[in-house]
Every structure is written in structure tokens, then in C-alpha cells.
């Protein structure tokens, strides 16, 4: 029998708001001997997983033991394993260098393993038994990943839970329990990064996970929680740098496998099957897992994905300096997916830079005319080019002036501060910073310092002049008020007289609006204006624009200080001073909470169907619209057939 078959499958990539699709290079392996096939682990060229489950005969399915596998990809060869002295299962779940580790059965119960590849199966010296906590006897344990000397796995405490844990190879056992969850597996472990990757179960499904390595399990902040979008079932086999691999269940029927990418944050489905694809390991962009055909036959598989290009994640001219004194300078940068080369330029064309090796911080070469440099950066792999980033760095000769507002730089020329919107007559201050990034001492130059012209100048002021002589590297500060005597939009110019040769004056825009703000009605009047409505059916008014209009305040009513908008009320100087609802289809029993409206002067609800039995908001009415009671509409008789008959008798 041919055990490998090559033809190409379907593979989804699931970002943030697109789907998209890409063929994979793919690879059956199945057995020799007809098992079951599952592929668990890869390293290099060789595949561990385990046969086994069943076997296919001419009357159907027939139940076989389990045996751990190694298969060699460049070879086309299987070699089968089991623990020595032993007829029940062996299962091989992860490989790395010359250690494969997985468990085994016995009459004891379950242990994990570690094999040496480079020994003999059938010698026991090639061969160490695994119990968590370093056992001699069985204690249910599974291993599921090995990266160095650190392994992964789960066992069963003596209260019958599972338990992931994480072993360092020197005597420590840590035991992986995520928060809040009954069940817990730890799978594949990658020392280099920190993290392992397993899932959790709790109340609401199956989860994936990351576990951060430096922090203690009972650090909630140890846990990353992972469900791939639309699915609450997510079990995670094996990680690899950025990279997650696993599975997902969609309903409960079809199992599919992905990548995730941590960096990134995007899902790639990866479906072999009708039924059910698991991707259980990768290393870099190969993967492995098993499908189920249309038979329910079990194939193992090895694959590859398409890689991300890289991704600049970080990006500054000499670790954020605002400026330097020489032309040389360092682009420090960080990326993920492995870039392989950069380039870097003045240009944002990039014309006439060249790409060269990558590195985190290569050195670039301003142009030497002082002022403010912008740095165009990218980075690419044979998978494709990043995005270009930028940053600013001033390349001062002499003094060099500079402006910003915590923190935040404001340009010559074309840089604006917006004060936003403030209350008419209200006093609003903001303080501004301006330093000195070149060599020598910056000066100011007129008095004052920092002038204002426009025209709604008047509306600010200079409250807190800045220094008039700044050393070098050194800053001083000045605070603008803003103070808007009418509503509607406001603004300035600010200038700066200074010798920095190339920008004197220092010009930017200051803007600001003035807004006249509607006081909200006390709240008992707001509380007697909603039990209006919801004893009076308001859903049902004729016209009840404005009472819920969106957005919504806590009692379900548009928002406090929008009384104003409501159909039918009047407000003046922030109480309700009237109330005309004539005819309007309000229907029931008025409120007592109206007596709490002691600014009301008028009222007009005939024409509704309203009543009262209360005495006191009877006379508390009939004192702002005398006729009200007289004026109502009255609700058609509607008597029970039973009392009809009554009255016939």
C-alpha cells in the first residue's frame, strides 16, 4: 500500500472583518498496515503520532491496540513502538531533538513517557517512565509536549479532576489549573517564548488557552482565554512562536482545524474533512494533525501554510529622542513573522534606498540640512512586505525650538491645540511646553514671549508667560486661558519670536468652541414627567417625540437636560412650567408625583381619557385646568355578556 498520497486542500484564513482562501501543500500518511493514523508531533523530518482504535476488514471496523509511531518524511518509513512488556496502549503526542514522549497503559493505570529515537524500542534503557510528581506508581498521567527538558501534560488528582501541569526536567512540577475551570490539559509548551498552549473546560464549553510561564498560576494575568470567533468549543494542541494550533467544533458536529497568530490576531481554518480536521503541532509553517475521511476512516497528514509577511511592531529614531546633534542615527525597531531584510529612507518612495539584512537596530544617516527628519521604514520576507512606518527626529545646529502639549508635539506653521468645547464664561487653562533640542541656548525675543492675534483672540490669554532665554536640551512653559464669551466656534494664532534659524516665528492655531449648557431639571420633576408616561400608556400616545429618544438615560428616557425636546412640556429656568398634552390619547390614571412639579403654571390634557381617586391631585389640578375632569373623553361601555344576561332576567 502507497502510505502518502499528495493532492492539495482548502485552506480559510479568518482575519478580523474579511474570509479569504489559499491552496496548502498537503500530504496524507496512513499506515501501511490500514490503522487508524494519527499524526501528533513533528520535528525536522521526522512525525510521531500513534495507529491504532480500528482497522478496516472485510466485515466492517475491528478494534486494534494503540502503538506509538515514528515516521521519517525524506525515508517514507515507519517505525512502530511500545513500551517494553506492556500489550495495552502507547501513544506517541510530541517529539523534539532525539525525545519523543507520550503514555503508555498498564495494569497500573496510565504513564507518561520520554523514548530516545536513537535507541532500541525493544530495550528498556531507551525507555523512562513519566508519573507527575515523580511517582513510582501510576497516578493517571499523560504527557503531551516536550520542548528541552521541559515537558507538558495533564493527570487525575485523587478527587478524579484533570490537571494540566508543567515540568522543568529538574524537579519542579507546577500544576496548571486554569481560574474557575473543572478540567484542564496542558499540550504543547515552547520555552524559548515563555508559553504553553493547552484548553480548559468550564460551565460554557471548551476553551484555548496561552499560559505565560514567568508569572504564577494563580495570576489571573498568567491566563490568555481563546475561542475561535463564533465557536465555544476550542482546544489548543501545539504552539510555536507566534503561532497556536488546534481545533474547533462548529455546533456539535464538525471539528475543524487552525492557526492562530498571536502577533496578528487572526484565525486560519484549516479543513481537510467533511467531518473532523485537527491540527496538533507546528514547527515554523509545517504542520501536522490527523482527518476523517467519508468512510470514518482515521489519516494523519502533514501540511503547510502560507506565512504572514512581517510586521513592524515598534518604530523610533534613536529610542523616541526628540533630537541630536549628529547625523547618524539608530532605527530601533521590533518585528514579528521574521523579516529578512529593511529599508529605511527620507523618502516616502524610498527613492534610491536599498534593501539591506535586517537588524533591531541599524544605523541611518540623516541629511545634514538641520530641522525636523521624517525616517520611512519597512521591513519584507520572501512571504511578502510590512507596512511603512515613520518617525521624526530634529537634527539640530545651534538652538532649536520646539512646542508640544503633554507630550504631544505641535508643528510650526501647520500645528493646531483645540481647547474643545467649554461652557460660555467658563475658565479653561492649558499649558503648553516649549524646549530647546538644539546645541545652544534658545532665546525668546519679544515681550512677551508669546503673542496672540485673530479674531477671537480676546477669548484667550497668555496667564503664565514662559522664560525668555532656554539652555540647551533644557524647556519652559506657558499656559494659554481659554474663556468664550458667546457660543460658537472661537480661534487664534500663537507666535513665538525665537532664534532658531528656520523657525522664527514658531506659528500654530489655537481653536475652541463656546457652548451655552441646558441645565437638567431636578430629578424629582424628571421622576414625576416619566410616571406621567408610563401610567398614561406613553407608548401608545399619539405623539411622544423626544421622551425616548436615543441616547437613553438610566430610566429608560432620553437623556437628563433633554426635557426640554419631550412633546408637550415647557421648561424655564430648569423646571417644568407647563405641561400641553390635549388630546393625545393619554389613557389611565394620573400620577400622584405631578403635585412634585411646583413650577407648573399650565396644564391642557382634555381630550384624553385620565382620572383620578386622589383627593389631593384632584385639587392640585383643578387649580391649573378647572374643567379637566369635565373636558376628558369618554371610554366606550363595554359590559360582560354575564352581566347582560343578569339585566335580561
Not at 485537527?278 to 506565512?307: A, M, N, R, W
Not at 519679544?446 to 484667550?460: H, N
Request: glycine residues 10%; proline residues 6%; negative net charge.
Amino acid at each position: 500500500m502507497d502510505a502518502r498520497k499528495s493532492f492539495t486542500g482548502v485552506v480559510l484564513w479568518l482575519g478580523i472583518v474579511c474570509l479569504a482562501s489559499h491552496a496548502a501543500a498537503f500530504v496524507t500518511l496512513t499506515h501501511p498496515d490500514g490503522y487508524d493514523t494519527h499524526a501528533y508531533g513533528i520535528v525536522g523530518t521526522t512525525i510521531t503520532g500513534f495507529v491504532g482504535y480500528k482497522v478496516i476488514t472485510s466485515t466492517g471496523y475491528t478494534d486494534v491496540p494503540q502503538h506509538a509511531f515514528l515516521y521519517n518524511t525524506v525515508t517514507d518509513t515507519w517505525t512502530t513502538l511500545d513500551y517494553p512488556h506492556t500489550d495495552n496502549s502507547t501513544r506517541g503526542d510530541s517529539i523534539d531533538g532525539t525525545k519523543m514522549v507520550g503514555f503508555f497503559s498498564d495494569w497500573q493505570g496510565a504513564h507518561g513517557f520520554i523514548y530516545d529515537i536513537t535507541g532500541n524500542p525493544d530495550d528498556p534503557a531507551s525507555w523512562t517512565t513519566v508519573n507527575y510528581g515523580g511517582s513510582s506508581t501510576a497516578n493517571s498521567t499523560f504527557l503531551y509536549g516536550i520542548d528541552g527538558e521541559y515537558l507538558t501534560g495533564r493527570y487525575i488528582n485523587s478527587e478524579g479532576i484533570e490537571v494540566g501541569f508543567l515540568y522543568d526536567g529538574q524537579g519542579t512540577w507546577t500544576t496548571l489549573n486554569y481560574p474557575g475551570a473543572y478540567k484542564t490539559r496542558a499540550y504543547g509548551v515552547d520555552v524559548s517564548r515563555g508559553k504553553v498552549a493547552g484548553f480548559y473546560q468550564d460551565t460554557a464549553g471548551a476553551h484555548a488557552y496561552i499560559y505565560d510561564m514567568s508569572r504564577s498560576p494563580s495570576d489571573p494575568a498568567a491566563w490568555t482565554s481563546l475561542d475561535y470567533p463564533g465557536s465555544n468549543w476550542t482546544f489548543a494542541y501545539g504552539i510555536d512562536g507566534d503561532n497556536i494550533v488546534g481545533r474547533y467544533v462548529i455546533g456539535n458536529e464538525k471539528e475543524i482545524g487552525f492557526v492562530y497568530n498571536q502577533a496578528t490576531g487572526t484565525w486560519t481554518q484549516i479543513d481537510y474533512s467533511n467531518t473532523r480536521t485537527y491540527v496538533c503541532d507546528i514547527e515554523g509553517q509545517i504542520l501536522v494533525g490527523l482527518y476523517e475521511d467519508e468512510t470514518g476512516k482515521v489519516h494523519g497528514f502533514q501540511s503547510s501554510i502560507t506565512p504572514l509577511p512581517p510586521t513592524i511592531t515598534s518604530f523610533m529614531i534613536n529610542n523616541g529622542a526628540r533630537s541630536t546633534a549628529s547625523q547618524n542615527v539608530t532605527l530601533n525597531n521590533t518585528a514579528t513573522n521574521d523579516p529578512a531584510e529593511y529599508i529605511a529612507s527620507e523618502s516616502s518612495s524610498f527613492t534610491g534606498a536599498q534593501w539591506l539584512p535586517y537588524a533591531s537596530a541599524p544605523s541611518f544617516t540623516l541629511s545634514p540640512v538641520p530641522g525636523t527628519k521624517r525616517v520611512y521604514f519597512k521591513v519584507r520576507s520572501p512571504y511578502g512586505e510590512s507596512a511603512v512606518v515613520r518617525d521624526t527626529i530634529v537634527l539640530a545646529f545651534g538652538p532649536e525650538i520646539a512646542v508640544s502639549q503633554a507630550d504631544v508635539p505641535i508643528p510650526d506653521g501647520s500645528g493646531s491645540f483645540d481647547f474643545g468645547s467649554v461652557p460660555v464664561n467658563t475658565i479653561t487653562q492649558v499649558t503648553f511646553t516649549i524646549e530647546n533640542v538644539g546645541d545652544t541656548v534658545l532665546n525668546l525675543t519679544e515681550l512677551p514671549p508669546v503673542t496672540l492675534s485673530g479674531a477671537g483672540a480676546a477669548d484667550f490669554t497668555l496667564s503664565d508667560a514662559p522664560a525668555n532665554s532656554i539652555a540647551a536640551g533644557g524647556s519652559t512653559t506657558f499656559t494659554i486661558t481659554f474663556v468664550p464669551t458667546a457660543a460658537g466656534a472661537r480661534s487664534a494664532s500663537v507666535s513665538i519670536a525665537n532664534t532658531d534659524a528656520d523657525e522664527n516665528p514658531y506659528d500654530f492655531t489655537l481653536t475652541g468652541t463656546g457652548v451655552v449648557i441646558i441645565q437638567p431639571i431636578p430629578a424629582i420633576e424628571r421622576q414625576a414627567l416619566t410616571a406621567l408616561y408610563n401610567s398614561t400608556d406613553g407608548d401608545h400616545w399619539a405623539n411622544n417625540s423626544g421622551w425616548k429618544a436615543e441616547p437613553l438615560g438610566g430610566d429608560g428616557f432620553s437623556m437628563p437636560g433633554t426635557e426640554d425636546s419631550w412633546y408637550g412640556i415647557s421648561i424655564l429656568n430648569a423646571t417644568v412650567t407647563a405641561i400641553d398634552l390635549n388630546s393625545n390619547q393619554l389613557s389611565g390614571a394620573l400620577p400622584p408625583q405631578l403635585m412634585n412639579l411646583s413650577g407648573l403654571t399650565a396644564l391642557g390634557i382634555c381630550g384624553n381619557h385620565l382620572y383620578t381617586d386622589d383627593a389631593d391631585l384632584r385639587a392640585f389640578l383643578d387649580t391649573l385646568q378647572p374643567d379637566w375632569e369635565a373636558c376628558q373623553t369618554p371610554l366606550p361601555l363595554c359590559l360582560p355578556a354575564i352581566n347582560l344576561l343578569l339585566l335580561g332576567d
